[in-house]
């Protein structure tokens, strides 16, 4: 569809009425649109959000909720947590890589406490400080506080000492991928304090292309609403905030070949259209190819077992982020996945207390050896048999010589043993987009400001460059959201 409408910029001269007129026009009302929207209104500007749906929320509304923050943030403070700034960004620049945008992270780090103050002080967004520590997708229950991207699990933990950023709405009653996600209780207080700036909002408007003027400013935007064609006159910035290119299947197999036809943690409304209408300006691009990749197995089980390959090998420190585990699989191993765990340990898993029932799978084979079972899984005969071996030698000792998992998951396998399979149990959303400013600027490829326009969240190439961590889509569309609104008013 969004490639079915043109995206060419519209001249300014030609447009004889206005249909909407605002100082600044964001489009979008997801978490970087109603940041963008109270950041600019708190500037003192007049503005108007367009959303496509009928209601605000965006893929937001239905995340578990994580944003990432750090640096000593009040949670991490009453939840017995030190952080520092320098350590968030030496995490940050090695888990996000390679290829970050420094400036961004470091302006990010160095706002992340005031963020914290700005959504919970101002904008009312509820924490708990209660801190979580099982392993785990989320939080099960409505504690604040948990660690969202390996940074307490090898390598990441002898960069930087760690400290959870995961920091969580609280919410009761919670069920992912619904409207009842933790994410609905970070937009409703921040969609109720746009509304009691004055923000005003039209929906069911589809943005369609961007007006410039005779000097080359983002002027405004061309939109359908029940089918009309309406124009929007921005006074002095548009801010786009419609999310990534997950569901723009043309895009995706440019850019992101590898989660083709496997989009997860994302919604239809994330078309690339934002990318496209600034791409006819000459707006520069940047990792475009990165990805997330979600791991359809719940952490509980995989963390008391080991991961191998399609060559019976193990290939990632259990114990860590799964974002990560499923960056691994998908991208670095064919797609290829094992659980090889006992049964004392399986049970164990099972009985816990866990946000993800539905990621809970059965064993395909079980045997009462790992001769008999590398055989029924059809491995090379003595693969699987020596990933074993050396794993429960040095397990005998709890330690992880080879991947660096900790301590406290290291146990030899036992008998019986079993086998989940979990090939193509992946599934992913796109992190690259436009290419912005520490000030949310939308960049030319000559690397200048493209005068008027503005950009945040999943539309834009945020702090993620390659890797990723929970909360960095909520955490750097609310953080630069919050700045594009605040530059543009100051447009």
Same mark, same amino acid.
């Given at each position: 569809?969004?490639?079915?409408?043109?995206?060419?910029?519209?001249?300014?001269?030609?447009?004889?009425?206005?249909?909407?007129?605002?100082?600044?026009?964001?489009?979008?009302?997801?978490?970087?649109?109603?940041?963008?929207?109270?950041?600019?209104?708190?500037?003192?500007?007049?503005?108007?959000?367009?959303?496509?749906?009928?209601?605000?929320?965006?893929?937001?509304?239905?995340?578990?909720?994580?944003?990432?923050?750090?640096?000593?943030?009040?949670?991490?403070?009453?939840?017995?947590?030190?952080?520092?700034?320098?350590?968030?960004?030496?995490?940050?620049?090695?888990?996000?890589?390679?290829?970050?945008?420094?400036?961004?992270?470091?302006?990010?780090?160095?706002?992340?406490?005031?963020?914290?103050?700005?959504?919970?002080?101002?904008?009312?967004?509820?924490?708990?400080?209660?801190?979580?520590?099982?392993?785990?997708?989320?939080?099960?229950?409505?504690?604040?506080?948990?660690?969202?991207?390996?940074?307490?699990?090898?390598?990441?933990?002898?960069?930087?000492?760690?400290?959870?950023?995961?920091?969580?709405?609280?919410?009761?009653?919670?069920?992912?991928?619904?409207?009842?996600?933790?994410?609905?209780?970070?937009?409703?207080?921040?969609?109720?304090?746009?509304?009691?700036?004055?923000?005003?909002?039209?929906?069911?408007?589809?943005?369609?292309?961007?007006?410039?003027?005779?000097?080359?400013?983002?002027?405004?935007?061309?939109?359908?609403?029940?089918?009309?064609?309406?124009?929007?006159?921005?006074?002095?910035?548009?801010?786009?905030?419609?999310?990534?290119?997950?569901?723009?299947?043309?895009?995706?197999?440019?850019?992101?070949?590898?989660?083709?036809?496997?989009?997860?943690?994302?919604?239809?409304?994330?078309?690339?259209?934002?990318?496209?209408?600034?791409?006819?300006?000459?707006?520069?691009?940047?990792?475009?190819?990165?990805?997330?990749?979600?791991?359809?197995?719940?952490?509980?089980?995989?963390?008391?077992?080991?991961?191998?390959?399609?060559?019976?090998?193990?290939?990632?420190?259990?114990?860590?982020?799964?974002?990560?585990?499923?960056?691994?699989?998908?991208?670095?191993?064919?797609?290829?996945?094992?659980?090889?765990?006992?049964?004392?340990?399986?049970?164990?898993?099972?009985?816990?207390?866990?946000?993800?029932?539905?990621?809970?799978?059965?064993?395909?084979?079980?045997?009462?050896?790992?001769?008999?079972?590398?055989?029924?899984?059809?491995?090379?005969?003595?693969?699987?048999?020596?990933?074993?071996?050396?794993?429960?030698?040095?397990?005998?000792?709890?330690?992880?010589?080879?991947?660096?998992?900790?301590?406290?998951?290291?146990?030899?396998?036992?008998?019986?043993?079993?086998?989940?399979?979990?090939?193509?149990?992946?599934? @992913?959303?796109?992190?690259? /987009?436009?290419? !912005?400013?520490?000030? +949310?600027?939308?960049?030319? %490829? #000559? &690397?200048?400001?493209?005068? @008027?326009?503005?950009?945040? /969240?999943?539309? !834009?190439?945020?702090? +993620?460059?390659?890797?990723? %961590? #929970? &909360?960095?889509?909520?955490?750097?569309?609310?953080?630069? /959201?919050?700045?594009?609104?605040?530059?543009?008013?100051?447009?």
């Amino acid at each position: 569809m969004a490639a079915a409408t043109p995206i060419s910029p519209v001249a300014a001269d030609q447009i004889t009425e206005w249909t909407y007129e605002a100082d600044v026009v964001v489009a979008g009302f997801g978490v970087a649109g109603a940041s963008a929207a109270v950041g600019s209104a708190q500037a003192g500007a007049d503005v108007l959000v367009l959303e496509r749906t009928g209601g605000w929320g965006g893929a937001a509304a239905m995340a578990g909720g994580f944003i990432y923050l750090g640096g000593g943030t009040p949670l991490q403070k009453a939840c017995g947590f030190d952080d520092t700034v320098e350590n968030m960004k030496a995490f940050m620049k090695a888990a996000l890589g390679p290829g970050t945008d420094e400036a961004k992270i470091d302006a990010y780090c160095e706002g992340s406490v005031d963020h914290y103050h700005w959504l919970a002080d101002e904008c009312g967004v509820p924490f708990k400080q209660t801190f979580w520590g099982e392993p785990g997708w989320e939080p099960p229950f409505d504690d604040g506080l948990m660690y969202s991207g390996g940074e307490n699990a090898a390598p990441f933990n002898a960069i930087a000492t760690p400290a959870p950023r995961g920091h969580v709405p609280q919410m009761d009653d919670k069920h992912s991928s619904s409207e009842k996600g933790g994410g609905y209780m970070l937009m409703k207080p921040l969609t109720d304090t746009a509304t009691a700036l004055g923000v005003r909002t039209a929906y069911d408007m589809r943005v369609q292309t961007l007006i410039v003027d005779v000097d080359g400013r983002v002027v405004g935007v061309t939109a359908k609403q029940y089918g009309k064609d309406v124009t929007v006159r921005a006074r002095k910035g548009v801010v786009l905030a419609t999310g990534s290119f997950a569901y723009n299947e043309q895009m995706v197999e440019s850019f992101a070949p590898r989660i083709a036809g496997r989009p997860a943690a994302s919604i239809e409304e994330h078309d690339g259209r934002a990318i496209r209408m600034a791409q006819a300006l000459g707006a520069d691009l940047a990792h475009m190819d990165a990805t997330e990749v979600a791991f359809f197995c719940d952490p509980q089980l995989f963390v008391r077992g080991i991961l191998v390959n399609g060559r019976g090998q193990r290939y990632i420190p259990e114990d860590t982020y799964p974002g990560h585990v499923g960056q691994a699989t998908l991208l670095r191993n064919d797609n290829q996945s094992f659980l090889i765990i006992d049964e004392a340990s399986y049970e164990e898993g099972m009985a816990t207390q866990t946000a993800t029932p539905q990621l809970r799978h059965a064993p395909k084979w079980v045997a009462e050896t790992v001769v008999e079972l590398e055989e029924e899984m059809g491995l090379p005969e003595g693969t699987l048999q020596a990933t074993v071996e050396v794993y429960n030698r040095h397990a005998a000792n709890g330690s992880d010589p080879l991947l660096g998992k900790k301590p406290e998951w290291v146990t030899p396998i036992g008998s019986p043993v079993a086998a989940l399979d979990l090939r193509g149990m992946t599934g @992913g959303f796109t992190l690259g /987009g436009l290419r !912005t400013s520490v000030d +949310s600027e939308v960049l030319h %490829v #000559s &690397g200048e400001p493209i005068p @008027g326009l503005f950009a945040a /969240g999943r539309c !834009t190439a945020g702090v +993620s460059a390659g890797g990723y %961590v #929970s &909360g960095a889509s909520l955490g750097d569309g609310s953080f630069f /959201g919050r700045r594009a609104g605040i530059s543009a008013a100051r447009s």
